[in-house]
């Protein structure tokens, strides 16, 4: 059996409870292909809303997840409290907490462990800079990061992993599909060597950077690119195009 196609949309730190409502109404009235997977994350104050109302097919991520159970932690949301809140999904990983937040791989690696081992299911963001794209260390930087995570868990079942070059984030750049695929390839037969066979074969590799309605179907049509990460076009109309591009 194929890999189910995989649509995460990620609104960062964006919305209003109007705007939000907007959204979910668009995509609760849309026309949306059925084999696709699509998880919608909305800042923290917006998670119950959109659990509340979006349309029960459509699952909801937190952006972040702390790597600690509850206690004095002022400011982070645990896993348990996800959960308990119908909150099935998590961003880790995302490059803008890697650079303006400072958390490092050993830090994401425990996040995962715990989101893991709570039950979630893990959007794990990995990505390389321009300056590391340029000097050619791409494969190296995202194994790197793979192997942080590896070394914490085993079972790759519940991680979709979303590469998302960081020069491509935001920047209306997008990495070409050759550039992509190469990649996406390169993780899957990491994937192989160093989890397993099946692990490879089934694990979900999503792109993030730039993507938008223009450019989605040309990348969906990569063998190794199994859905996308949507940034800003999440904001949008335009996101049910996205949603709909492996038709």
Not at 5 to 18: C, E
Not at 52 to 75: C, M, Y
Not at 175 to 193: D, G
Not at 198 to 213: H, K, M, N
Request: hydrophobic share 40%; net charge negative; aromatic share 6%.
């Amino acid at each position: 059996m194929g890999r189910q196609f995989f649509v995460g949309g990620n609104l960062k730190m964006n919305g209003t409870i109007k705007s939000v409502t907007d959204i979910i109404h668009n995509l609760n009235s849309a026309s949306i292909d059925p084999k696709t997977e699509i998880v919608i994350a909305p800042s923290s104050l917006y998670l119950l809303l959109a659990r509340e109302h979006l349309r029960k097919e459509i699952e909801v991520a937190s952006q972040n997840v702390f790597d600690k159970p509850n206690g004095a932690f002022t400011g982070e949301v645990s896993a348990e409290q996800l959960k308990d809140s119908g909150i099935v999904w998590t961003l880790i990983g995302h490059s803008e907490r890697r650079v303006i937040i400072g958390e490092d791989d050993t830090f994401i690696a425990r996040k995962t462990k715990t989101a893991l081992d709570t039950g979630l299911r893990v959007i794990l963001c990995i990505g390389e800079t321009l300056e590391q794209r340029e000097s050619n260390k791409t494969i190296e930087v995202v194994e790197s990061q793979l192997k942080a995570v590896a070394e914490e868990t085993k079972d790759w079942s519940n991680i979709v992993i979303a590469y998302e070059p960081v020069w491509a984030i935001g920047t209306g750049k997008v990495a070409s599909t050759e550039q992509a695929q190469e990649v996406h390839a390169s993780i899957r037969k990491w994937l192989s060597s160093t989890i397993s066979q099946e692990a490879s074969d089934s694990t979900r590799i999503i792109y993030g950077g730039s993507v938008s309605d223009k450019n989605c179907k040309d990348l969906a049509k990569q063998k190794d690119i199994d859905g996308f990460l949507v940034g800003g076009a999440s904001l949008k109309p335009a996101f049910v195009d996205i949603i709909n591009s492996n038709v």
